[in-house]
């Protein structure tokens, strides 16, 4: 990320519209915005109250630098009122650490496509075959940070079935519930 953007509009209608012109405008934003209250933007920006009411307000990050934005945003008068933040300015840290703490703001699947990163920026997941270690002893730790020690019996693209070596009942674990699965290293005979 290197900017973030404060958008504010007196509707939900409007601030969707407002993403999405600035997603028009070729301002590519690195996950969903993140629902900020309008109240505490201008507190925190010591800024005058608008003649706009404004009762919605999205905090978001966005992955071009402050001198792109500029250029992007001068033909778009949409989105010219929207306060837009670079690493230099003071509060840039403040509102970067509130984003992990704000909800995601609800959209509609219509506004999906502004939130997905272009392919190149995109995490390349590793993939593993676990195939090879089916009847073997490993340890699966769960999304919940609690882990099972047990024999992998299947592994597909839906999860894992894993035998518990304590004699409770087998599992079918989600890839979506798993954080990681540890292989034990085994002893030198």
């Not at 504010?8 to 629902?35: H, I, R, Y």
């Not at 993939?127 to 699966?140: D, H």
Request: with cysteine.
């Amino acid at each position: 990320m290197k900017s973030l953007a404060i958008v504010q509009a007196t509707d939900l209608l409007k601030l969707k519209s407002k993403l999405l012109e600035m997603n028009k405008a070729g301002l590519n934003f690195e996950n969903k915005p993140k629902e900020i209250n309008p109240a505490s933007i201008e507190k925190i920006l010591s800024v005058e109250s608008s003649e706009d009411n404004y009762e919605v307000g999205a905090l978001v990050s966005i992955m071009q630098d402050y001198g792109c934005i500029q250029d992007k945003v001068k033909t778009h008068p949409m989105i010219s009122d929207v306060v837009f933040l670079d690493d230099s300015h003071k509060l840039f840290n403040y509102f970067l650490k509130l984003i992990p703490a704000l909800p995601d703001l609800v959209i509609s699947p219509v506004y999906n496509d502004m939130f997905k990163q272009p392919d190149n920026q995109r995490e390349k997941s590793s993939k593993v075959y676990l195939g090879v270690f089916v009847n073997r002893k490993v340890q699966v730790q769960t999304t919940s940070d609690s882990i099972h020690t047990g024999v992998l019996k299947h592994a597909d693209s839906i999860g894992v079935f894993f035998e518990p070596s304590d004699d409770s009942d087998s599992l079918f674990i989600t890839w979506h519930d798993i954080k990681k699965i540890i292989i034990p290293k085994e002893g030198k005979k």
